[in-house]
């Protein structure tokens, strides 16, 4: 059975970090590409990043909104995938979900291109 567990959200203020994880099991961790989407009350749910599988490390791909103060890393060795979060403002305040994939590169920030999903985290940042 597959699972993705989030973990690390919470109530922070502007300016602020988080570090949510993401912890996989029941797939071969090693050959899906990663994404984080989030979804704020009263909005669809949007992509935020994504590492891709290849390589040692992967490749990190991101929306313009979070660009230079979001990082997706992930940790072979703990099946785990993780979204920093810095400078941290109200408009990031979303339930944020991860998601495993086997899609093309061009498909890597497509909800539909995912196909497993965890049950996401609350973040919150206050002003």
């Known amino acids: 059975q597959v699972q993705l567990v989030e973990s690390g959200g919470g109530l922070v203020q502007a300016g602020g970090s988080l570090r949510l994880s993401c912890a996989v099991t029941?797939?071969?961790?090693?050959?899906?590409?990663m994404g984080w989407f989030r979804q704020a009350p009263g909005k669809e749910r949007e992509f935020v990043g994504a590492?891709?599988?290849?390589?040692?490390?992967?490749?990190?791909y991101y929306a313009d909104s979070v660009q230079g103060r979001f990082t997706v890393s992930r940790d072979y060795t703990k099946d785990t995938v993780y979204l920093q979060m810095n400078s941290l403002t109200p408009d990031d305040t979303a339930v944020y979900s991860c998601?495993?994939?086997?899609?093309?590169?061009?498909?890597?920030?497509?909800?539909?291109?995912?196909?497993?999903w965890g049950q996401g985290t609350q973040v919150t940042v206050s002003s």
């Open positions: 998601a495993a994939g086997r899609q093309v590169l061009s498909a890597i920030s497509q909800q539909s291109a995912y196909s497993y």
């Open positions: 590492i891709t599988s290849s390589g040692r490390s992967g490749r990190g």
């Open positions: 029941g797939l071969s961790f090693r050959t899906y590409n």
